[in-house]
């Protein structure tokens, strides 16, 4: 939330506001956004392939699907066995064919990246109503029993701007209105570190009482891939709600590598891509700008990758070659001939990224678009997703207690407490 008087182009952090007063302005927020939807939209019908025996799922922001194979694979695991679901996870025919064991079975998703679209329908079933929209003009969301999506978080990035007032900021308020109108069971939403010191702290507190107004118990926490089997140095922010009816308390899963006794031992970059060294596919070529070269940008065999950005130009080098050299503050080289030095490949940030080798990424294939340009449409979908064995731990704990409570769910499907939240947004 946030007040409209301004402060050198700032909106200044609501303070001291109780939960009737958040939920009040919550309310008008989404039920403007939801007047400017219907006023927007086409009157479009379509058909879900909703299943009573599944925890039907619905993406928001889904880009090319991280979170949701994730999601997907902490379902199997919940049925199979992890065990059985790494097995098939290596076949991209064994998985197509098992996968609708699934505890979890997604019916819809929405992006407006074109590239990461058409990814997302080469790897996931097309029962799936995909649209390719802006979500400020769907007029209504699909009923489900669980919501996932990354809101685009440009302005909460460390690496970008900082205006509390950047629209790209308040998507989350569309997130917020499909959870009031299909009152799923379950929501998991990810965003960068950043998020959470912007405002002094105050935006995210904001945010998960606005969450907390919709009616579900929010938990947040900052994680590190690397702790869940992640070859990659990466922080992000997840919010996790429970719908207040249900008597389930979620808490975030214990780290499972690491240096600590009992821990299974960090996924390094040789574990992860040395095997790619003789066929590492294609790779973002072009100079190293002063910016680029202003810090490191090379990691060693036995470390985690530096994050995976999205963008080609800004990927890490391979741990290949010399290391880099600090000669002054700000300023790296690259010792030797430059042919010694090479961004990660497509191939080898999918595998940092943990998508299976078999997931297919769409350049878009336009025959205005060069090279590079198209090989970058790829770095931006991996370099955005969720890592899938994060989602995949995320995930864990719901998916194990859905699948011994599914009869609760089921009963609870038809929650109506909170309906006086979905009657003032559609009257």
């Known amino acids: 939330m946030k007040i409209a008087e301004r402060g050198r182009a700032k909106f200044r952090p609501l303070k001291d506001y109780d939960k009737q007063q958040v939920k009040h302005l919550l309310i008008d927020k989404i039920r403007q956004e939801q007047e400017n939807a219907r006023s927007l939209s086409e009157n479009i019908f379509e058909t879900y392939h909703y299943r009573n025996d599944k925890l039907n799922l619905v993406s928001l922001f889904s880009g090319c699907g991280g979170l949701d194979l994730g999601c997907e694979l902490a379902g199997l695991d919940a049925v199979v066995g992890k065990n059985e679901s790494d097995r098939l996870l290596l076949s991209r025919n064994d998985f197509m064919k098992s996968r609708h ?3 979890f079975h997604t019916i819809y998703s929405i992006d407006m990246f074109k590239e990461a679209n058409e990814t997302y329908r080469l790897n996931f079933p097309d029962t799936i109503v995909q649209h390719e929209k802006d979500i400020r003009k769907i007029k209504d969301f699909p009923s489900c029993d669980i919501v996932l999506g990354g809101f685009p978080c440009p302005g909460f990035s460390e690496a970008g701007p900082r205006l ?3 629209e790209r900021n308040f ?3 569309h997130f917020i209105r499909c959870l009031i109108e299909t009152r799923p069971s379950f929501f998991i939403a990810e965003n960068v570190k950043g998020m959470l010191t912007l405002g002094k702290g105050e935006v995210i507190k904001q945010i998960i009482q606005d969450f907390e107004s919709a009616g579900y118990r929010v938990k947040y926490k900052l994680v590190n891939a690397r702790d869940y089997g992640v070859p990659q140095l990466r922080e992000r922010v997840f919010i ?9 308390e979620y808490e975030f899963p214990s780290p499972t590598h690491g240096d600590k006794e009992g821990l299974l031992p960090y996924v390094t970059l040789e574990d992860a891509i040395l095997d790619l060294a003789d066929n590492p596919g294609d790779w973002y070529e072009g100079s190293f700008s002063p910016i680029y070269l202003s810090r490191n940008r090379k990691k060693r065999w036995g470390e985690q990758s530096f994050t995976i950005q999205a963008s080609g130009r800004q990927a890490p080098l391979h741990p290949s070659g010399p290391a880099m050299e600090k000669v002054s503050k700000d300023k790296w080289i690259l010792p030797g001939e430059e042919r010694l030095h090479r961004r990660l490949s497509v191939k080898e940030i999918a595998r940092i990224q943990t998508f299976p080798d078999w ?7 336009n025959p205005l678009i060069n090279r590079n340009g198209r090989i970058d449409k790829i770095y931006k979908q991996i370099g955005n997703a969720v890592p899938v064995q994060l989602a995949r731990a995320i995930v864990k704990p719901i998916a194990e207690w ?5 009869a609760t769910i089921v009963e609870n499907r038809n929650y109506t407490e909170q309906m006086d939240l979905f009657d003032l947004i559609h009257n």
């Open 164 to 166: 509390i007032d950047d």
């Open 240 to 248: 996790v709600g429970v719908r207040e009816d249900l008597d389930f």
């Open 171 to 173: 998507l989350y308020i």
């Open 402 to 406: 859905s699948a011994n409570n599914f």
């Open 359 to 365: 997931f297919i990424f769409s350049d878009g294939n």
């Open 101 to 103: 064991e699934s505890l």
